[in-house]
């Protein structure tokens, strides 16, 4: 199966379609893999069920999207799925909210939009924030419009036109993305509206890197880098290249588009040489492993790090829902993402043996989840985040060698805060 799709992998032809559906695709899916178990919070009698759709609401009411709402909400989802009970759910949305406000202001995030948006110019005000009230207004309109047929609001929004906005999912480091992942696993028309409204607002000149097939021509007609499966060689690749010494993008609001601006042709080598045409759902697993090493690996967590491991859980959700030319979309932006991310985070080395030598000394994913539900690490966003994105690949692949399991203990043992900024 996967032999004869390696030539529109390794130019993903489907780039120059002018537009499609998710579910009407004929394109057979690149990597299969099971469904995540659906928890359906919008109609569900039971307890804590019934607390998560209230806090999610409420948080919506609170927070704006792309001010601070995106992790809470993806934090009580995550706290939800280990085990989080009604009673913890509250006291970690009480404690966000409250230190939200103290990075926002008082006032909540939500504010006018300059003005409002229709069918006829929705795309005009894509990545632009100051839109983000107009545009969940919009979308919650087309939800009533399609009966609350919030599935085929997203298939109406994601995937069609030349430049679809499923191409763009990784602006705002993912947040759209991940989004968009826990609307699914929710059964969530609100938070599905909020993925498409973080999406708009979070839209970003790389959209042009998936949407213009001429970025995509192979390892070999963009420089000298030669293919390979392996994401984790890339990387160490990408470390001995001296075309990336002497940047200091850590303290820059603008890293990623400023990497962009200075190394832009290095970085589409690298890109254009991962080729996962041979096994993709073996080198989707490396690829979650290879991440996993670079958050555990360092004392100095790097909180852009955790949300791209974030990210992978998100795909994970996701790719069974999806066909192939979307599935590769997915994989190639997240690759790109992953090797920007990496270089502006300094090219951290990759020690897998830090993970792998890690002593359990019998503790378990009870261990773990002990300090997401009962210590005050359990108010920190993006630990609760990484830690349900560890456990969920470790069930994933089997964890042979208890690898996940290794990670998870290892980034809950150690874990004293974070380096850099989401």
Known sequence: MFSSLASSLKLPKFLQSSSSSASNSPDPQVIVLEKVEVKDVETTGEKRGRKLRQLVKAGRGNWAVCEGGNGVVQMLCSSYTLGATAERLTEVY???????????????????????ITFDDWRDYLGRREYQQAYIDFFEDQLVEEGYDWRQVLEKFLFTGQEPLFNCLLGGLGHPLIHLAYAHEFASHTLAMEALTSASCFYSPLHKYLDDPAYSQGASALGDTSSTESLSVLLQRIRGDERFAGLDLQHDQRKIETLFEKREDALLEYWN???????????????????????VSSTAHQQDMAQVLVMTHAMRALLPLISGKWQVSLLRQWCLLTLAVFVTQGRPDIDVGRVEKCELKDRGWKFVDDAVLNTELSFDTNFVKAIRALKVAGETWGDEGQFFLKAAVKFADEFKGWSGSV
């Open 273 to 295: 040489a991962w080729d996962f045409s041979s096994n993709p759902k073996q080198q989707f697993e490396e690829a979650q492993r290879t991440v996993a090493v670079l958050l």
């Open 94 to 116: 009480e404690r966000v909210v409250e230190e939200k406000g103290k990075e926002f202001g008082e006032e909540p995030g939500w504010k006018d939009s300059p003005g409002e």
